[in-house]
């Protein structure tokens, strides 16, 4: 899921089949929006700390300037995701 342009809603980013295929496409979209040094990088999991590691693993190898973080899910987007649900997101300092 991503914001959509006006930031009033949440809409698809993408459709992979598979959690590794998905980390690749964040991957791509990170870098794609030019995250680097000065930026920071908040993955949040819903008890699955096993694919937040597998997810900031990914990201570092590609964009390792960047500041990062794992950190709990909050109940408002477990809700939204699911159990097992990842999130990703990215600030600039």
Known sequence: MTQTENGERLTPAAIRRGF???VKQI???LEKAGIGKGWR???SHADVMEKAQ???DALKAA???AYYEILPL???FIT???PGCVAVQYVME
């Open 63 to 65: 964009m390792p300037e």
């Open 54 to 56: 597998m997810t900031m």
């Open 20 to 22: 590794p295929h998905a």
């Open 80 to 82: 939204q995701g699911g």
């Open 74 to 76: 909050s109940p408002a």
């Open 41 to 43: 990088v908040y993955i």
């Open 27 to 29: 991957v791509k979209d």
